[in-house]
Every structure is written in C-alpha cells, then in structure tokens.
C-alpha cells in the first residue's frame, strides 16, 4: 500500500457530509488528480459515504477513505487511510479508537488495504481540533519532534500536516521536511489557489486540497497542475 500512493503529489479531498453538483464533481475526478480521499471530521455516516463513493466510482482514478468514524467503514474503497493525532493528550485519538474498531471487526479488517497516518494538527480553530483536543500551539521543533516519533520511531507511512481551514506556516512545514525520512508527508489546509499550491508541493511530497472544491471549483482545479509543475526541494538542502 505504501507503494500505491508513493505517486501522489495531489490529491482531493471530499466531505460526504458536503454538497457537490455532478458537473463539479465530474472536473475534479477528469483533473489530472492523483487519487480522491474521502473524509471528515462531522458529519460523515455510512449512507452519505456510500452515496459519495457510488458517484466516484464512475471515473477510473484511485479512491482511498479515511476512516473517522466507525459507523461510516463502508467496503469497495481501493485504500483505507487509519489517522493516529499525535498531538493530543486523549489516547483515544491515538490508539483507543483503533482498539475498538479491532475488537467490533476483528477478521473483517482488510488490513492488507489499510495504511496509518501520524496526524499532527496546527489549527487551533478547526473542527478537528476541536474534536480530538490537539495541542496546536506547536513550536516548529515541537512538529519536527512529532513527525520524528511517526518517521524514525513508529515507522509510519504518513505523516500529515493539517492546518485544516488555514493556509500553515511554511517555516514549520520546512522544519518538519527536513526532519521526515521515510514517511511521505501529506501536507493539508487553506489551499485557495495555485500559489499556495506550489509552496506546499515545494516541501511537501503530496498535497490535498479540499474546502476550497465547495467555493470554487475552478481555482481548486488550478492546483492541480500548480502542484505537479513544482519541483519537490531536497529535504538534504533544507
């Protein structure tokens, strides 16, 4: 599994729990994306998760879902992306989420399908946040030493940088890049444009981009080349 996303620079990323029009959701799934991730941190139930999955399904690009909520586990997805919040105090966002899902499903686990991320949050206001109680007051040697713990120590596949609602501090970005060895690092939050595309991609080796799909569609369209133009800098030049 670690191979299959090891192509991806960009990916999009849709709430089930959010409106999009056929004619939306048709250029973003043609846009030369590298994969559709689906997810949320409210809202998201089996039925608006199948209901999403059924309208993807009709182009042929991979398909991945990460699993925040139990109840909306829905099978026919080509990856299952687990997140871990590293920076939080409440355990059940690292591992008590993940033990109860093991003893309600226990052999039904795809694990062949399944794949971590080492979550570290940095936007205080956003909802997810908020939810899972994330120390977000970070230095940029703080993120550094969390994406350490996901890269060297816990061997990760992901480590995933979320400012999710705001576009993130690129000198964290850069601290956290230069520490990251073997997991690729995601890289998601206030991405409006082709720019802000571009300095994420710079740094990061996959870039997702997702709230700005549901206020404009087409400057969203624009990252994805913004991103696959840019080159990545060598973490060795940081």
Not at 127 to 135: C, E, F, H, K, N
């Amino acid at each position: 599994m670690r191979q299959m996303i090891k192509p991806w620079r960009h990916v999009f990323k849709l709430d089930p729990d959010r409106e999009l029009g056929d004619r939306e959701l048709a250029a973003v799934c043609l846009s030369g994306t590298d994969a559709i991730l689906v997810g949320g941190s409210t809202g998201v139930t089996y039925e608006n998760t199948v209901s999403l999955l059924s309208r993807i399904r009709q182009y042929d690009l991979p398909c991945a879902l990460e699993v925040s909520d139990l109840e909306a586990a829905v099978p026919g997805f080509d990856l299952y992306m687990i997140p871990m919040v590293l920076n939080t105090a409440d355990t059940s966002w690292i591992l008590g989420h993940h033990r109860r899902a093991i003893e309600r499903f226990g052999s039904l686990i795809p694990w062949e399908l399944l794949l971590t991320e080492g979550y570290i949050v940095l936007n205080g206001d956003s909802s997810v946040a908020r939810l899972t109680g994330a120390d977000c007051s970070l230095s940029a040697d703080g993120a550094a030493a969390y994406a350490q713990i996901a890269d060297k120590l816990m061997n990760l596949p992901v480590v995933y940088l979320e400012y999710s609602g705001c576009f993130g501090d690129m000198e964290t970005v850069r601290e956290v890049r230069a520490m990251v060895e073997h997991s690729q690092l995601f890289y998601g939050g206030g991405i409006t444009g082709g720019e802000e595309a571009m300095q994420a991609a710079a740094l990061c080796d996959t870039v997702v981009v997702g709230n700005i799909i549901y206020r404009d569609v087409e400057q969203a369209l624009l990252t994805v080349q913004a991103v696959k133009s840019t080159p990545q800098i060598d973490r060795k030049n940081l």
